[in-house]
């Protein structure tokens, strides 16, 4: 074991995912103003004033090649992201990246049927289902932003609370008008393009009340597709039944974090700064007169993706970054401006990958601090020895920011005893209200696809422009999951593994030349996908374990996953089924549907068969919450257990709602960051007495 | 412009018109004034060149300093001053011949020139860039692809000058077609041609993007049997009786000017002239600050067809809108800059959002991949003075490049429509890919013509091209090479 001793850190973030990235980047961008005795945004410090750095170190589990970021070394990396896609027969959201078995991903196509009691261990995932969770991740420099679609909404204020609106599940402890103005924070920093004016969700009014007066995205909407045009067409003005109620559908244009025109009415600027007043620091996007967004590129060319090219393989990669990544984040926290405006390589922010953080340690006198923690380096991709390191946090800010499964995996594997009236009590870390693990949410992603009448060119665009909002919010939350429902543009790639099944399907029934041709025009430029994100509520038996049966090569523990699916959601999906049927019979699509007993997430509901995918959203494993019994930490993503510790990430989110939940995690994070230099600022101050 | 030139910064001499009687100039260059130059009916060509040469290099170092505006006005009064006060001189000036050229025809031709320079990167980059195999050579192919964005930016910003003084420019004409391999209408002994990717073929491009002293040698092709540039065959202009004349100017322009940089800082010094008499014409006087021929003169185009950044994005410059002389100044330094550098430096004009400040200028990217290495993290101590100035052809020694030669199509160079005569399916093919091309260029001529929207096409077509090119690149055309993109106006 070896103890490194460098120089003092004052931040030690575990990930370099747009978590890890935001609190890097948000945190560097401000010093410690050694007169004004307190935290500063690096923009208003003046050429003579004496500051201090705030020290930050990065560590990754992926690979050091992933978060090199300057041009010619991440272009290498980027570009064998690409080519490793384009060659890969399954073209799944890891395909492009390492497959380390030092630091293993859970994959979609490790996913397996499971007969309990007997665990799936085919991946990295240990699955002791009944329900094998679904979804994957990707422990990669700029995490799994690498292979997210970008889709960007927010969540409704009744998202916020679902116990004191519908009677289920748990209240935030937070409302969305707190949330508000991170929101704008979140979406300059994603790079959002959208259109206000068109979003319309179910208990909204007023659109400009939501999003706040005279708000726009940084950027115009993306072009809607012309699929997303002629199924809006098709059903303009329709309403559906939905039980006894009668349901308006809304067709609203998907704000996305990706690159298109930049808007020019957008008025903010692109300087979040922290402004100290009597209850700590806050904050907001600086005064600016040169307020406009400025259109972030790829990491090795700001001048390449400054628009959607319409690529289409957003997920799993976009080949020229037009999509937002958390590398380019990433980049502004280790590249700063100098005085004539260069970017130039800061010594406050390390990154130092490679390195898998397993463990934390907490002091013998004082539980509440956070005194070590513990990583196992690895010397390259092929070889899996690894130098044991123990860095020394006693002075340190600890922010966990390694996913869902890597945060609760690290903090379960972190015990300490304390002696209780007298009693010994085994703990684990931040685990006081033995939630950490708990409430492992995903949405679930039920398809339905079909024949259009008439050739509406799908497999164009990026994944999604549209969406159905109607089925976000509404009474029968009490009763039921509510529901997001993208218009993929994808054809049936997904569910069918089009357009190479279609292939195979004519050639079997012996079709070649013209034939075979028309065949496959008329299919493949008809082919709709509808899709139905199922919100699911926090269970408390939906966790992530470990064991030390199940370790990986290093020598860590790896997620164990127990995770099934309830009446609420089950009652969900077979009404969204419901709603499509309706969708389908009014435009004329023939529905080609079917779940199978083999789909390896399936269950029958009152006498029909649904099948369901994951979506990516890895939710819930450490939330927050109203006080240290309910939750793992405060709403600044504290732990309520320890004085040194964030836990950030999806995993804070107290319930799901029908968002993608990047957006989301994004505001969280930056708004934990407000609690983090309240916590520097008596650091700093203490030390220069 | 704030380009350091090597040249030094010469006084201007003061002096007025030489007596009518004197005979053909001394030829020294800065014997010749710019009163001589402009006024004297007696000078001679080889003097008028001379003070061409001279004056433009005058007139660009003048703009080096960083209050440009005042070393103009002094430019301007230490050569028009006296003359406007002489009654002899006025009278002189009324009757001069240069007042009889036509200064639209002429800054047309000369423009066009400069677009025709700008669009003859444009096939050969994009043809390097098709050959390399889908997957291979990553960053050689990004570098490229980087270039070609500018080069067409370049295009759209003379586009922009043209439309500033009230010009329709033309991109799309069989006139407005390169043909390969050409030679640049400059002091240049090598040739341009459509290539597959090689070590040649990124020579010719350094070669093109040169800033100074041409030390990389390029690929020698056969002379053309034709005429490589249609424009010079041209005679728009009315030829006047005096040295202003377009076949004069060409003359120069193969004699004197041997890089794209030097190019434009004698358009611009032309324009400042043609601007200058247009103040005389207007006020009686020759103009003594930069104020009065910045804006009014040549500049009566409509702004409403200027493009701006709203509408081009993907490149390191900025496309700027031109109203005025500022205007045209910020565009020529833009393309110099990209080309060559600015401040002497390797660097590009907009710096600043790359580490370190590393955007390289084309013809330093481009050595990057011709040397297989990138000028980032290396040491150059060893190639300084002590005046901390190293050689333009000192090579890069940073991080190495992984360039793979060999992952390329055969491309026959400088293939055309003819040599597919014989084959139905390449002559489709070829065919097809001219028509896109020639829809790119619609785009781009749509757009400087007011559809400004139209641009958002050229997106589509590049992808399309890309396509096609390869399609061809695919296909064998002899025993051993393949065939290529013609870049050809299209024929029915």
């Given at each position: 074991m070896k103890n490194q001793e460098t120089k003092k850190k004052d931040v030690i973030i575990v990930g370099t995912g747009i978590a890890g990235a935001l609190v890097a980047k948000t945190l560097s961008d401000h010093v410690y103003h050694l007169k004004k005795k307190k935290m500063v945004h690096?923009?208003?410090?003046?050429?003579k004033d004496s500051i201090q750095e705030i020290e930050i170190l990065m560590l990754e589990a992926g690979l050091e090649a992933g978060v090199m970021l300057d041009s010619a070394r991440s272009f290498e990396t980027y570009e064998e992201y690409v080519q490793t896609f384009y060659s890969?027969?399954?073209?799944?959201?890891?395909?492009?990246?390492p497959n380390l078995r030092q630091a293993p991903s859970p994959d979609v196509l490790d996913i397996r049927q499971i007969n309990p009691p007997f665990p799936d261990k085919t991946g990295y995932l240990v699955q002791y289902?009944?329900?094998?969770?679904?979804s994957d991740a990707i422990r990669v420099g700029g995490g799994t932003t690498m292979h997210w679609l970008g889709t960007t909404p927010r969540m409704l204020p009744n998202d916020f609370r679902l116990k004191s609106e519908y009677n289920v599940a748990m209240d935030w402890p937070i409302e969305y008008n707190t949330l508000k103005p991170y929101y704008e924070m979140a979406e300059n920093e994603i790079g959002v393009s959208g259109n206000v004016d068109e979003q319309e969700y179910p208990g909204i009014k007023n659109i400009h009340r939501y999003y706040g007066k005279g708000y726009n995205f940084p950027?115009?909407?993306?072009p809607q597709s012309y699929m997303d045009e002629k199924i809006s067409a098709g059903l303009k003005g329709a309403s559906v039944k939905l039980g006894n109620e009668t349901i308006p559908l809304y067709f609203v244009p998907s704000p996305q974090g990706r690159n298109s025109t930049p808007n020019?009415?957008?008025?903010?600027?692109g300087v979040i700064a922290a402004e100290k007043n009597k209850d700590g620091y806050q904050l907001s996007f600086a005064d600016s007169n040169d307020a406009s967004f400025r259109v972030e590129g790829a990491v090795?060319?700001?001048?390449?993706?400054?628009?959607?090219?319409?690529?289409?393989?957003?997920?799993?990669?976009c080949p020229v970054q037009a999509k937002y990544n958390a590398l380019k984040t990433l980049k502004k926290a280790v590249y700063k401006r100098d005085s004539k405006g260069y970017l130039r390589k800061t010594k406050s922010v390390e990154i130092e990958a490679q390195s898998v953080v397993y463990k934390l340690s907490v002091s013998?006198?004082?539980?509440?601090?956070?005194?070590k923690l513990h990583l196992r380096r690895y010397e390259?991709?092929?070889?899996?020895n690894f130098e044991e390191i123990v860095k020394d946090t006693s002075d340190s800010i600890v922010v966990l920011a390694a996913n869902a499964f890597e945060n609760p995996k690290i903090l379960l594997n972190s015990p300490y005893t304390v002696i209780e009236n007298g009693v010994e009590v085994k703990r684990t870390v931040a685990n006081r209200s033995d939630?950490?693990?708990?409430?492992?949410?995903?949405?679930?992603v039920m398809l339905t696809w079909g024949l259009f009448?008439?050739?509406?060119?799908?497999?164009?665009?990026?994944?999604?422009?549209?969406?159905?909002?109607?089925?976000?919010?509404?009474?029968f939350r009490s009763d039921f999951s509510s529901w997001i429902s993208p218009l993929d543009n994808w054809g049936w790639s997904w569910p069918a593994f089009s357009p190479g099944s279609d292939i195979a399907e004519f050639i079997g029934q012996g079709m070649f030349g013209k034939e075979l041709r028309e065949a496959l025009t008329s299919r493949l430029t008809r082919q709709v996908l509808f899709h139905f994100e199922i919100e699911q509520l926090p269970n408390a038996d939906n966790r992530v374990t470990i064991s030390n049966e199940y370790l990986d090569i290093m020598g860590i523990p790896r997620p164990i996953v127990h995770y099934d699916i309830q009446e609420y959601e089950k009652k969900g999906m077979e009404q969204a089924k419901l709603v499509s049927d309706q969708m389908f019979e009014k435009l004329g699509i023939e529905d080609f549907t079917s779940y199978k007993s083999s789909d390896n997430n399936t269950f029958v509901y009152n006498n029909v068969r649904y099948s369901f995918n994951g979506a990516?959203?890895?939710?819930?494993?450490h939330r927050m919450g109203h006080d240290a019994t309910d939750s793992v930490t405060n709403s600044y993503c504290k732990?309520?257990?320890?004085?040194n510790l964030y836990v950030v990430g999806?995993?804070?989110?107290t319930t799901l709602g029908t968002s993608n939940p990047t957006l989301t995690l994004a505001a969280l994070t930056i708004r934990s960051v407000e609690s983090m230099l309240n916590d520097l600022d008596a650091q700093f101050n203490s030390e220069k007495k | 412009m704030r380009q350091k030139l090597i040249h030094k910064k010469e006084k201007a001499t003061k002096r007025l018109?030489?007596?009518?009687?004197?005979?053909e100039m001394a030829?020294?260059?800065?014997?010749?004034?710019l009163a001589d130059l402009l006024?004297?009916?007696?000078?001679?060509k080889e003097a008028w060149m001379n003070g061409i040469k001279a004056h433009s290099k005058e007139l660009i170092s003048t703009l080096l300093s960083e209050n440009y505006e005042q070393e103009f006005d002094a430019y301007l009064k230490s050569n028009f001053s006296d003359l406007n006060k002489s009654a002899e001189t006025k009278n002189a000036l009324k009757n001069?011949?240069?007042?009889?050229?036509d200064e639209r025809a002429f800054l047309q031709e000369f423009l066009q020139l400069a677009v025709l320079i700008e669009h003859s990167t444009i096939p050969p980059y994009l043809t390097a860039m098709y050959s390399?195999?889908?997957?291979?050579?990553g960053m050689a192919v990004n570098i490229i692809r980087s270039v070609v964005i500018e080069e067409m930016l370049h295009m759209i910003m003379v586009c922009n000058v043209l439309n500033a003084i009230n010009i329709v420019p033309s991109v799309?004409?069989?006139?407005?077609y390169p043909t390969y391999p050409m030679k640049l209408?400059?002091?240049?002994d090598f040739y341009v041609g459509l290539e597959k990717f090689s070590s040649n073929s990124i020579a010719t491009f350094i070669a093109i993007e040169s800033?100074?002293?041409?030390?990389v040698k390029a690929p020698e092709f056969p002379e053309?049997?034709?005429?490589?540039?249609a424009l010079l065959k041209r005679k728009t202009v009315q030829e006047s009786?005096?040295?202003?004349?377009s076949n004069n100017l060409n003359e120069f322009l193969t004699k004197n000017v041997s890089t794209i940089g030097e190019f434009y800082d004698v358009l611009f010094f032309f324009l400042v002239i043609f601007q200058c008499l247009e103040y005389y014409r207007e006020n009686g006087k020759l103009p003594t600050s930069f104020e009065e021929i910045n804006t009014g003169g040549l500049f009566t185009?409509?702004?409403?067809l200027q493009l701006g950044s709203e509408h081009y994005y993907?490149?390191?410059g900025k496309l700027y809108k031109v109203e005025d002389l500022r205007g045209v100044m910020q565009v020529f330094e833009e393309i110099k800059g990209q080309g060559?550098?600015?401040?002497?430096?390797?660097?590009?004009?907009?710096?600043?959002?790359?580490e370190e400040g590393a955007e390289l200028a084309h013809y330093f990217r481009f050595k990057e991949i011709f040397h297989e290495?990138?000028?980032?993290?290396?040491?150059?101590e060893a190639f300084t003075d002590e005046n901390g100035r190293m050689p333009v052809i000192t090579p890069p020694t940073g991080i190495e490049m992984k360039v793979d030669?060999?992952?390329?199509?055969p491309m026959k160079a400088n293939v055309k429509m003819a040599d597919y005569a014989s084959n139905p399916l390449l002559y489709a093919q070829g065919k097809a890919f001219n028509q896109t091309y020639k829809k790119l260029l619609d785009a781009i001529q749509a757009a400087v013509e007011?559809?400004?929207?139209?641009?958002?096409?050229s997106v589509m077509y590049m992808y399309a091209l890309k396509e096609q090119a390869i399609e061809l690149m695919r296909?064998?055309?002899t025993a051993q090479e393949n065939a290529g993109p013609t870049f050809e106006y299209p024929t029915n």
């Open positions: 690096r923009a208003s410090v003046g050429e890969e027969e399954a073209k799944v959201p890891n395909s492009p990246y289902g009944p329900m094998p969770f679904a950027m115009e909407k993306v020019a009415d957008y008025d903010r600027s090795w060319d700001p001048y390449q993706g400054e628009r959607c090219e319409g690529n289409a393989s957003c997920v799993p990669i013998k006198d004082n539980p509440e601090l956070i005194t390259s991709e092929d070889k899996t939630q950490v693990g708990r409430n492992l949410m995903d949405h679930m009448p008439e050739p509406i060119y799908s497999y164009r665009g990026p994944g999604s422009t549209t969406n159905i909002s109607s089925f976000r919010d509404g009474d990516g959203h890895i939710v819930g494993t732990a309520w257990d320890h004085q999806a995993g804070s989110m | 018109l030489k007596s009518s009687g004197a005979a030829s020294n260059e800065m014997d010749v004034s006024f004297n009916p007696h000078l001679g001069s011949s240069i007042l009889q050229v390399v195999k889908e997957g291979a050579n799309n004409k069989p006139q407005n209408p400059l002091n240049v800033p100074s002293s041409q030390t053309p049997e034709m005429e490589s540039t009786d005096g040295l202003w004349t185009g409509d702004p409403k993907g490149s390191g060559e550098g600015v401040d002497d430096s390797i660097f590009d004009v907009d710096r600043s959002q790359f290495r990138f000028y980032v993290e290396g040491n150059y030669w060999d992952a390329v199509y007011g559809k400004q929207e139209v641009l958002a096409e296909q064998p055309l």
